[in-house]
């Protein structure tokens, strides 16, 4: 081989130019038989080896695209499920929120009737204790009175008239009064 490079080296570019052209027949002979075992041999030794590590890598592949998929029909799932769940949490909160409102409400309504009612009580009390209290007051102003009209009348007519007797007489006169 080191002799066919010392040929071309020494050989001008015609030659070189002529060598290539004009190929030998025998040398293009060797090269496609040499082509033909080599291809046999790869195709005996390599070639299914090659087919089964595409075979499985494209195995690989579909089952990579179908996990892809499934996880994206599953992701998309959940994101609708996260979504209904929070719009139900919305609308719950919304009902609570209402609901507070509502009682409070009502609370408010209930104080208020409550309160109402307990000073309409304590009112009605008052003015009770209030007539009562005018009622002794005029039993002790008619007793005081019947008595300052005993004493005067006693003290004018300085009669022999018992006090008793007196006291039964202005009661009589003041409950005709």
Known sequence: ?????????????????????????????LTWVTFLILSVVLYKFAWNPILKALDDREELLRRSVENADRIKAEFDQLQQTR??????????????????????????????NKAKEEASILLENTRRDIKEEIAKAKIVLREESAQIAIELAGKLIEKNLDTESNRKLVHKLTAEA
């Not at 719009?87 to 409400?105: C, F, P, V």
Request: aromatic share 0%; glycine share 2%.
């Open 1 to 29: 081989m080191s002799n066919a490079l010392a040929n071309v080296r020494a050989a001008s570019p015609a030659e070189v130019e002529s060598v290539l052209l004009n190929p030998d027949v025998s040398m293009a002979a």
């Open 83 to 112: 979504n209904q769940l929070i719009h139900e949490a919305e609308e719950k909160a919304r009902n609570i929120i209402s609901e507070a409102k509502q009682a409070g409400t009502q609370l408010s309504q209930v104080i208020q």
